[in-house]
């Protein structure tokens, strides 16, 4: 079975601080592995995704993430926070052969001025 | 492009009635879509997965008469909440993933806030 876990529920950092989320997966296979970010009200904005390429894979924003196997890890990064950043991210992995989502449980990212 | 759109944005209805909330993927051609619900301040929960010309599949627990979904093209997902009851009230989010082998990623509409009274 397949399963992703987020190791922070609420992660706050200042303006132009670096951002790390932290996500470790669970999975028999090769994974596929997305991060999504999801502002107050609103639906899922895709940052990146991995899917067996690269292992460091670079999405919208500024953000990127490292897929670890070894580590079964796949932590979201940027650089410099800036207050927009400020949402709910989602790490998921997609379930092999049925395309269904698992998710995890969040985390909120608080960016501080 | 991967865009999809849901209609309405936001609905409030009396208690007893039915809603129908539609997902569209504009650009692209959706094998299937799913629908989701999400409670305030907690994580996506699937409902079902709709594939186009044929019945949706839905998760564990959910009623299949109370939500009736129909996929009745490759851009077209329609969620009907029927005999809405107060506890009905929730976001509802939809997702699309195109018409292409192998391809997993789900692009996700706004969502719907339903409200029932």
């Known amino acids: 079975a397949q399963s992703v876990t987020q190791l922070d529920s609420h992660v706050s950092v200042s303006e132009g601080t670096p951002v790390l989320l932290r996500c470790n997966y669970s999975s028999s296979y090769s994974p596929s592995l997305f991060w999504y970010v999801q502002h107050p009200n609103k639906g899922l904005q895709l940052l990146l995704k991995y899917t067996s390429a690269a292992t460091l894979v670079k999405g919208i924003n500024g953000f990127e993430a490292e897929f670890k196997k070894s580590e079964t890890s796949f932590h979201l990064t940027k650089p410099s926070a800036h207050m927009s950043d400020a949402a709910e991210y989602y790490c998921v992995v997609s379930s092999s052969g049925t395309y269904k989502y698992i998710f995890g449980t969040g985390t909120r990212l608080k960016v501080l001025a | 492009g991967a865009v999809v759109s849901q209609h309405p944005s936001r609905v409030i209805c009396k208690s007893g009635t039915s809603v129908k909330i539609e997902c569209r993927s504009l650009d692209f051609q959706a094998t299937t879509m799913f629908w989701y619900r999400q409670f305030p301040k907690k994580s996506l929960m699937l409902m079902a997965t709709s594939n186009e010309g044929s019945k949706a599949t839905y998760e564990q627990g959910v009623e299949k008469d109370k939500f009736l979904i129909n996929h009745a093209s490759l851009t077209l997902s329609t969620l009907t909440v029927t005999s809405a009851h107060p506890e009905d009230s929730s976001f509802y989010i939809c997702?699309?993933?195109?018409?292409?082998?192998?391809?997993?990623?789900?692009?996700f509409g706004p969502g719907t806030r339903l409200l029932v009274l």
């Open positions: 997702s699309a993933r195109r018409r292409k082998t192998g391809e997993e990623t789900q692009y």
